[in-house]
C-alpha cells in the first residue's frame, strides 16, 4: 500500500498569511494527487487534482504542486473561510489512500 | 446540482449487520465510478470501496473484503454498502463520494456521510 504522510499534522496562521502543506508519498504516483478541504461537521470538498488542477469553483489562491513523492499544497492569502483540515490523496494505486490530515487554525 | 444523500447508519452489535444506501440527484450515474470513504470519530479518511458504472468491477480496502459487498443500482440511482460481520474498529461515519469516468480516481463530490456505530 502507499503511505502518504503530511506535514506538518497542525499549524497557526493568520488571515493573509501564506501556506503550505506537505505530502509525501511512500513510492512514486506520478500525478495522480488530489487534494480536499473538510470542515467539522461537514463533508470533504475537492480542491484539487491530478497535482495541480484546481476543481471548478475553487479559488485561485489555493494551488497545488510537485511530482513523484513530494506535493504541496499553497493558500497564497489565507482567508477565514479557509481554516479547516485538508487531506491530500493518491490514485495511483489501489487502495486509494490519504494523508492523515493538516488542521489550519487561526493564530 | 449533484447531490449525494446517504442514510442506513445507526448502532449494532459487533457481529451484526448493516446496509447503506446513497441515494444520487443532479448526475447520470451509470456514467461515473463510485465509492464509499469512511472516517472514524476524530480520525482520518479511510476509502472502503468503489464500483465500476456498470457494477461490473468492484475494489475493496483489505480490512473489509470479505464482510462488506459494494452494489448499485442505477435505474434507482442508488449506491449500496452491505456491511457484515461488523466490528468495533468498523466506527465511522460512511460517505459516498462520486468518482471519475476511469478507474483509479479521485471524488468530486462526496455525501454529508452516516454514522455507524458498532458497540455492544
Known amino acids: 500500500d502507499i503511505q502518504m504522510t503530511q506535514s506538518p499534522s497542525s499549524l497557526s496562521a493568520s488571515v493573509g498569511d501564506r501556506v503550505t502543506i506537505t505530502c509525501r508519498a511512500s513510492?512514486?504516483?506520478?500525478?495522480?494527487l488530489a487534494w480536499y478541504q473538510q470542515k467539522p461537521e461537514k463533508a470533504p470538498k475537492s480542491l484539487i487534482y491530478a497535482v495541480s488542477s484546481l476543481q471548478s469553483g475553487v479559488p485561485s489562491r489555493f494551488s497545488g504542486s510537485g511530482s513523484g513523492t513530494d506535493f504541496t499544497l499553497t493558500i497564497s492569502s489565507l482567508q477565514p473561510e479557509d481554516f479547516a483540515t485538508y487531506f491530500c490523496?493518491?490514485?495511483?494505486?489501489?487502495?486509494?489512500?490519504f494523508g492523515g490530515g493538516t488542521k489550519v487554525e487561526i493564530k | 446540482e449533484v447531490q449525494l444523500v446517504e442514510s442506513g447508519g445507526g448502532l449494532v452489535q459487533p457481529g451484526g449487520s448493516l446496509r447503506l444506501s446513497c441515494a444520487a440527484s443532479g448526475f447520470t450515474l451509470s456514467s461515473y465510478w463510485m465509492s464509499w470513504v469512511r472516517q472514524a470519530p476524530g480520525k482520518g479518511l479511510e476509502w472502503v470501496a468503489n464500483i465500476k458504472q456498470d457494477g461490473s468491477d468492484k475494489y475493496y480496502v483489505d480490512s473489509v473484503r470479505g464482510r462488506f459487498t459494494i452494489s448499485r443500482d442505477n435505474a434507482e440511482n442508488s449506491l449500496y454498502l452491505q456491511m457484515n460481520s461488523l466490528r468495533a474498529e468498523d466506527t465511522a461515519v460512511y460517505h459516498c463520494?462520486?468518482?471519475?469516468?476511469?478507474?483509479?480516481?479521485?471524488?468530486?463530490?462526496w455525501g454529508q456521510g452516516t454514522l455507524v456505530t458498532v458497540s455492544s
Open positions: 513510492q512514486g504516483i506520478s500525478n495522480w
Open positions: 490523496q493518491q490514485y495511483n494505486s489501489y487502495p486509494l489512500t
Open positions: 463520494a462520486r468518482g471519475e469516468i476511469g478507474n483509479l480516481n479521485y471524488f468530486d463530490y
